[in-house]
T-cell receptor, first 116, second 117 residues
Framework: AQSVAQPEDQVNVAEGNPLTVKCTYS??????LFWYVQYPNRGLQFLLK??????LVKGSYGFEAEFNKSQTSFHLKKPSALVSDSALYFC??????????????FGKGTKLSVIP | GAVVSQHPSRVICKSGTSVKIECRSL??????MFWYRQFPKKSLMLMAT?????????EQGVEKDKFLINHASLTLSTLTVTSAHPEDSSFYIC?????????????FGPGTRLTVT
């Protein structure tokens, strides 16, 4: 079964500093990897995804993520954090095996706090 | 871009009553929609997969008779919480899968906050 781990419940970073939110995954086939952001009392907003191709994926709001197959990781990064980036971030994996199963599995989420 | 709406955004109901939540894909067709439940400061828990024109597929531990799902059209799925209890209070989020997308992209609704008093 596929799984996603986000080892940090919370990440604190000073405004202007680079940020990293960690994610590792486990799948049986080729992974489709996603990052979503959730603001309080709101649904999930798509940030970026990795399907195939370049390991460095660029997404919305200046975020990017690096796919590392050997380490089975897909860490979310941003060169310079903004206070408005403070939110809950979810990593998700969809195991595309070609068998028609496309269920998303989410990590537990990481709360990012950017300190002014 | 693809948009998924949910209605209502917030609802308060009394114990024992039923509440219906709607999930609509506004600019694409969705044979498959998903219903998630999120507890405070917790991840999303998949409750069920809603399939247009057929019965929903429920995850283990989710009561089918309590959480009724209907997917009568390609743009609408509904979740009805029957005989609601305070422990059903939660944030419910739906998502819809874009069948026209070659990667079967999922788009999420804004969520519905249910409070049972």
């Amino acid at each position: 079964a596929q799984s996603v781990a986000q080892p940090e419940d919370q990440v604190n970073v000073a405004e202007g500093n680079p940020l990293t939110v960690k994610c590792t995954y486990s799948v049986s086939g080729n992974p489709y990897l996603f990052w979503y952001v959730q603001y309080p009392n709101r649904g999930l907003q798509f940030l970026l995804k990795y399907i195939t191709g370049d390991n460095l994926v660029k997404g919305s709001y200046g975020f990017e993520a690096e796919f590392n197959k050997s380490q089975t990781s897909f860490h979310l990064k941003k060169p310079s954090a903004l206070v408005s980036d403070s939110a809950l971030y979810f990593c998700a994996v969809r195991d595309y095996s070609g068998a028609g199963s496309y269920q998303l599995t989410f990590g537990k989420g990481t709360k990012l706090s950017v300190i002014p | 871009g693809a948009v998924v709406s949910q209605h209502p955004s917030r609802v308060i109901c009394k114990s024992g009553t039923s509440v219906k939540i709607e999930c609509r894909s506004l600019d694409f067709q969705a044979t498959t929609m998903f219903w998630y439940r999120q507890f405070p400061k917790k991840s999303l828990m998949l409750m069920a997969t809603s399939n247009e024109g057929s019965k929903a597929t429920y995850e283990q531990g989710v009561e089918k008779d309590k959480f009724l799902i209907n997917h009568a059209s390609l743009t609408l799925s509904t979740l009805t919480v029957t005989s609601a209890h305070p422990e059903d209070s939660s944030f419910y989020i739906c998502s819809a899968r874009d069948e026209a997308s070659d990667t079967y992209e999922q788009y999420f609704g804004p969520g519905t906050r249910l409070t049972v008093t």
